[in-house]
């Protein structure tokens, strides 16, 4: 795995320090430099203010020791800039001065953002304590500010993994997140089905590569470090399938016994820590619960989608002169179940077309739909006067449904001997008609069912032979990003008379469907 991400600065917490040498007079420089070496430290010497400045813009330092009279700049002004700079703000900086004389100086100098002052000729005991008291304290403060951005990074990780709404999202989110809050490269395995898993590895431009492999590239890890047992734990892979030859860290979560694993893996040097092997089982299993939760999600929404087509009509019935065809398209995957429908039924040479839309999104509003077409049917049998059938529909409604029954619907009874249709509308988007006078909605409307209000009577219309009538839902004409009657408009504009039926229904989804949050059903039938 090649790295992905800026490494950010880590601070050693023991050990040498990477110290600057700051002053003009060579001999106090040599001694300054010749303590600090002899006690390990690792020192870079630099004589003008300027030569500090360039050095510390060009390499990483821990401590500065800076004289305070340099010969281009005073050390007060390097030090202002040294903690202005927030790459520097926080590195600890010793004034050391010859020629202090004043208690002003010393206060000058702690003022204007020294961390401590001495005053030669200094002790070396002294000078050494100083500075260790200096990079305690400031890899303390380090250790803090590094633990907090690194929680800052999950915390963000975590979000953008639970915000997931797809495999791929979700494997994307999980890989860039190793790899910011780890600063390695990362390599994501979500098992998606018995035989194969989705992997995504980050790449050199903070993108991620996503494929589908079987499910052996991961078998054996999970096997040897959980096996079907629930958990979280890290491994060492030293020739990881997914990347031969590069040793990896892999956490391997499964929230419980049985189901699918989740792997997430970065280089195995980025885990120096018990801090670094905890972020990564956090990450893990925060990975693991969101792939369930989409799993689960996803089942959801299959289960209401069978339900919501097993409650739809089979066929529509041939009626001779009056070719029909009827769509219906779920809403995206990611999205909930909705109550549209349709309706068609033959009553004694004249033909009842229903279209409708229970109001919400869940397994009820499919459930609701299916009583009222069972109830439409029911109502249809014992009277074909379109009012009455809506009275009802919304009585049934108030009585069974109080909470979550609102249903819009539109009534449609067509006489082919008469060439007339009558229409009773109830919220619904109205019926589309386009025939040799152009295309336009039909002016009928009425309350929702649900509400107890009165319905009016129905609208009688004229049906000329080479009519094409087009029933729809809402969610074909209605956008986020504007209202109902720019769509209805688009819509009208997008039907002609000489559209054929079944083309036109293919072409109006390709076209207004897209990436729906709502689901679309969708009825066109031409008088012949």
């Known amino acids: 795995m090649s790295q992905s991400t800026t490494r950010r600065r880590r601070v050693p917490q023991s050990g040498p320090a990477r110290i600057l040498v700051v002053d003009d007079l060579e001999a106090s420089r040599y001694i300054t430099a010749s303590w600090l070496r002899r006690s390990g430290h690792d020192v870079t010497e630099a004589i003008t203010g300027g030569e500090a400045l360039t050095v510390l813009g060009e390499r990483e330092f821990d ?22 700079d927030p790459e520097t703000a926080v590195m600890p900086v010793i004034h050391v001065s010859a020629t202090y004389v004043e208690p002003e100086d010393k206060t000058v100098g702690l003022t204007r953002g020294a961390d401590a002052y001495l005053t030669e000729p200094v002790d070396p005991g002294e000078l050494l304590a100083t500075v260790e008291a200096a990079l305690r304290y400031y890899r303390a403060r380090m250790l803090a500010e590094d633990l907090a951005d690194r929680l800052t990074r999950l915390t963000r990780a975590t979000l953008a993994i ?9 494997t994307s989110a999980a890989a860039l ?17 018995a035989q194969e898993v989705r992997i995504g590895a980050t790449g050199e431009a903070g993108d991620v590569d996503l494929r589908t492999e079987r499910v052996d590239v991961v078998e054996a890890v999970v096997t040897a470090t959980l096996g079907r047992d ?25 929230t419980k016994a049985g189901r699918p694993p989740v792997c997430v893996a970065i280089d195995a040097d980025a885990v120096t820590s018990d801090e ?19 799993r689960a999600l996803t089942e959801e929404h299959l289960l209401a989608l069978t339900l919501q087509r097993s409650l739809l009509p089979r066929d529509l019935p041939e009626q001779p002169g009056l070719p029909m065809v009827a769509r219906y398209v779920p809403a995206s995957a990611n999205a909930e179940i909705g109550g549209d429908f349709y309706e068609v039924l033959a009553l004694d040479g004249r033909v009842l077309i229903a279209i409708g839309d229970v109001c919400g999104h869940s397994i009820e509003a499919a459930t609701v739909m299916g009583e009222v077409r069972h109830a439409l049917r029911a109502y249809a049998l014992d009277t074909d006067d379109l009012p009455t059938i809506l009275t009802k529909l919304d009585r049934m409604l108030q009585r069974y449904h109080r909470r979550g ?25 109205p019926p589309l008609v386009a025939d040799g006078d152009g295309t336009r909605f039909l002016d009928v409307a009425g309350p929702l069912l649900g509400l107890g209000l009165d319905h009016p009577a129905a609208t009688r219309f004229p049906l000329p032979t080479g009519t094409l009538v087009v029933l729809t839902t809402d969610g074909l004409v209605e956008r986020y990003d504007s209202d109902l009657d720019q769509g209805m408009e688009s819509l009208r504009a997008a039907v002609s008379s000489t559209d054929e039926p079944s083309a036109l229904c293919d072409r109006l989804l390709a076209e207004f469907g897209g990436e729906k949050r709502d689901d679309i059903a969708l009825l066109a039938f031409r008088r012949t």
Do not use: Y
């Open 230 to 254: 629930e958990g979280v734990a890290v491994t060492r892979v030293d020739d990881p399938p997914w990347h031969p030859g590069v040793p990896a860290a892999v956490v391997v979560a499964r």
């Open 63 to 84: 401590l500065v020791m800076l004289d305070v009279h340099l010969p281009d700049m005073s050390g007060f002004e390097v030090c202002e800039i040294i903690k202005a």
């Open 276 to 294: 670094d092997r905890n972020l990564l089982v956090q990450l893990g299993q925060a990975t693991a619960v969101a792939a369930d939760g989409l």
């Open 177 to 193: 997140g190793a790899a910011d809050v780890l600063d390695s490269a990362a390599v994501v395995a979500l098992v998606s089905s």
């Open 162 to 170: 639970n915000s997931a709404a797809t495999v791929d999202a979700l």
């Open 405 to 429: 029954g609102l249903t819009t619907l539109c009534l449609l009874l067509v006489d082919q001997a008469e060439g007339v249709v009558d229409v009773a509308n109830a919220g619904h988007v």
